[in-house]
């Protein structure tokens, strides 16, 4: 394994055949991150890839628990590309202070924690050390464009 | 157009026909606005205007987008008329952070941004220069009060 | 009643007949807690009492609006005790920033309000003075282990 955080960054990426769009944009009328005073904060991100939802649909129901999981991933790998862009380096990531997980979950589907965890272990491999971080997940009724998971996250930067 | 944030925040009031109570209160046991060490966050607001909830129901069902866009607008207009009388001016926002967009949805209802859009665009429109801000908007079951939107947001604070 | 935030925290859990694991621990791959640069963000609390999910269902469905208020208590009694064991004290809070209040709903359901109120309620006992906190309320479609109500914290932090 890649001893720089951005080199298994990258590993990570090449592991699950992804690459994003070399400038991530927004959507819309909103920026994909901003810093401020020591944080930066990423709007939520979907499973999406070069312009496709990767992992669409309700998990528990059209979408499996391993689906959610492979969401989980896209989405905050594509966190993590957006942090390298705007920091320069992921080695200038202080600390993930919280990552919020929203599942679009069916009415009785219940692990939305492990869908998360999806998330979280990226986040451990790729910082280490410093991965650590607090963690919310819910499970939703629906989310844009049909994706089957988005999250969002705020974390300390190193000046 | 107004050349100031604040003038151009009435201008946005007066264009919608809104005017909000002369001092908003939480309507239990917490406060609108904390504000401390540099950062103001606001409590999550819904389309309330003078005591009523002005767009009530469910996106995509008993609600349409239309209807949701201008939930987005009145509620975010809401959490700046909290951020101008807490802060005494627009002009002491550095920086809106984090806007979180909750929309009352239908089971297929995927236009979520579509429906924060209407609150961003203000943002821009108000703040400029400056408006930019990051975004999550998910579709939640429901509600306080059956409102069709709820919003919170973070911002930064100049000394 | 007791002056001190931390006997005052000890009376609450002890009305309650409440009691935590002493080592309150992540289920998995992430912090209860992460403090940083005067913030400290606490994980989204579920109302777990030493193994068991103490409220779960659906909130005006299979739980009432009493089970959930109770469910809102337990989280937040949680997150205080998270907070004092990673402080020393519940003295070291400045303010609670943010605590945003997932509901597990009914369709119908609209009183998320009310059940954060009793969280709410709490942080203003307990905390006294100095317990105001912005909020946010939503009714989510599910949340992990089915259970009721899941919140989450951020609060500054004395030096």
């Known amino acids: 394994m890649d001893t720089t955080r951005d080199g298994r960054f990258e590993q990570a990426l090449a592991e ?5 769009e070399e ?3 927004p959507g819309a009328n909103y920026e994909v991150a901003v810093e401020h005073g020591g944080q930066i904060y990423v709007s939520g991100m979907i499973p999406r890839v070069r312009g496709t939802i990767a992992v669409t649909g ?3 129901d059209t979408a499996t628990l391993e689906d959610a999981r492979q969401a989980a991933r896209i989405s905050i790998l594509r966190s993590l590309a957006i942090l390298r862009s705007r920091l320069g380096t992921l080695d200038r990531v202080a600390r993930v202070m919280r990552m919020t997980v929203y599942v679009q979950s069916a ?7 492990e869908v998360a965890d999806a998330a979280s272990d ?3 491999t790729i910082l280490a050390p410093g991965g650590g971080h607090t963690r919310t997940s819910v499970g939703v009724y629906q989310l844009p464009k049909n994706a089957a998971v988005e999250l969002d996250l705020v974390a300390a930067v190193l000046a």
């Open 16 to 20: 699950l055949k992804l690459s994003f």
């Open 23 to 25: 400038d991530i944009r």
């Open 58 to 60: 309700r998990v528990g």
């Open 107 to 113: 009415a009785d589907f219940t692990q939305q924690s």
């Open 122 to 124: 990226l986040l451990y």
